[in-house]
């Protein structure tokens, strides 16, 4: 395959934009490659701007569940568009899609729509704080909630030592209220709201992670989760920007019959537009202005156009059989792949959960970030170019999931498991 006007526009890019991109992930830096240019896309396929196709299994990160450019998020748009894009006002189709939200996800009782997955998160966060009245809250190694400050912290020394900044530009004193503890360890749990959980607003997990690869939660961890936050008076927030309408229609919490305290969502809800969302408990989020002292607001918060492509989307999802189908699916991308990782005796871990999956390239068990990040990011880089060139477009990452989507047929996953098995068979 040649990619020169993909070289040509990355080196434009990289005139007027940090990097040539507008999110880190897709410079291709841990792959060390340098960045496709994406042109067009139509179902389970995209096509680069050197007229290269590709079956696409990283799906925008997630909201492609139907494939791209779906007919019925299409007409929903082209049926708005003429009405208008934005108007800063409410409008039928935000409370449409916030009755939809709230019938899908019971524990749901009130949502608030904003325009990303930080925003989404950022926002519970402060209204968890402003509800408890309490500063410090607990993430996990490895899970990833977007980009707000308090949220890109890692881990401190000890089991209760305040965060420490990830990046610069997040000062001490913000990630000092964030506790970074082991993900799938309720015992860290448990010791940390020992020490400290009258000073704890909210644990915040993604109930299957997936900014590590995708690493399901361990029997009984988000149930003892609950129980801890139940027992401290705690806000379980379940980060399913990812897991939302993805593991089923009612996200992971109802996968694994968990109800949390709050929600965040985006992705695909949005059907590919920029929203985002945080819902729960109506005591709770009763709490956020104008009703009450915690304030929060968006220009574009249930634009219009955002808001009829995600109902369509959602509308398109509660057809019957769809989870059922994307189980099929998952499954057999994930027998082609543990076929091809036995056939050429890599050693590696495959992870599934619905139609989200991930390879680690390690010989570890893989039950959290400690042991996620033994994988052998150099292979994972040789993996992602040969199925590259191959026609196969994955995550830019190790630490990331592969999607399939009710787009690919079933010739799809065996053309992308079969050049898996060439590809690796030559590691
Ligand atoms: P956004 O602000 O990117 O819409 O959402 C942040 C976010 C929050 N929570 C979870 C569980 C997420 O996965 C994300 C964003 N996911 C990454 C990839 N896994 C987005 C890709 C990117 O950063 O370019």
């Known amino acids: 395959m040649q990619h020169s006007e993909s070289s040509r526009l990355f080196a434009e890019a990289k005139q007027v934009i940090p990097g040539g991109v507008n999110s880190p992930v897709r410079a291709f830096k841990s792959v060390g490659l340098d960045p496709v240019f994406y042109d067009h896309a139509k179902g389970a396929r995209v096509w680069d701007a050197d007229g290269n196709e590709y079956i696409d299994f990283v799906a925008s990160w997630g909201p492609m569940i139907l494939g791209h450019a779906p007919d019925a998020v299409l007409d929903a748009v082209r049926g708005q568009l003429e009405r208008g894009t934005s108007f800063g006002a409410p409008t039928a189709i935000e409370v449409e899609m916030a009755e939809a939200v709230c019938a899908c996800m019971p524990s749901i009782e009130e949502v608030r729509m904003v325009s990303s997955g930080t925003e989404a998160t950022m926002s519970a966060i402060r209204l968890a704080r402003g509800y408890t009245g309490r500063d410090k809250f607990i993430k996990f190694d490895g899970n990833y ?56 607003a909210a644990i915040i997990v993604e109930p299957v992670a997936g900014n590590m690869g995708v690493v399901p939660p361990a029997e009984g961890y988000l149930a003892g989760l609950r ?39 985006g992705k695909i809800i949005g059907g590919g537009f920029p929203v985002g969302a945080f819902g729960g408990k109506r005591e709770i989020m009763e709490y956020l202005a104008p009703v009450g002292p915690v304030y929060q607001a968006g220009t574009l918060s249930g634009n219009p156009i955002a808001m009829v492509a995600g109902l369509a989307l959602v509308g398109a999802l509660k057809q019957p059989g769809v989870y059922d189908e994307l189980e099929r699916k998952g499954a057999r991308l994930e027998a082609g792949l543990r076929a091809a990782v036995e056939a050429a005796g890599v050693p590696a871990f495959l992870t599934r959960v619905g139609s989200m999956a991930c390879m680690f390239f390690t010989d570890a068990t893989v039950s959290d970030w400690k042991t996620a990040s033994t994988a052998d990011t150099a292979r994972y880089a040789a993996y992602f170019g040969g199925m590259l060139e191959r026609g196969f477009t994955l995550a830019p990452s190790q630490f990331e999931a592969t999607f399939v989507g009710l787009a690919h047929t079933d010739e799809d996953i065996d053309a992308m498991t079969d050049a898996a098995a060439e590809v690796l068979g030559r590691m």
């Open 227 to 265: 129980t801890l936050c139940d027992e401290y008076g705690v806000v379980l927030i379940f980060d399913e920007v990812i897991t939302g309408f993805r593991v089923a229609l009612g996200g992971a919490q109802e996968r694994y019959g968990v109800r949390p305290d709050l929600t965040t969502l």
């Open 145 to 200: 909630h977007g980009h707000s400050d308090a949220l890109l912290v890692a881990a401190g020394s000890g089991l209760v030592t305040l965060g420490i900044p990830s990046t610069p530009g997040v000062t001490k004193g913000t990630a000092a209220d964030t506790v970074v503890l082991p993900y799938n360890d309720l015992v860290a749990v448990a010791a940390t709201l020992a020490e400290i959980g009258e000073q704890v």
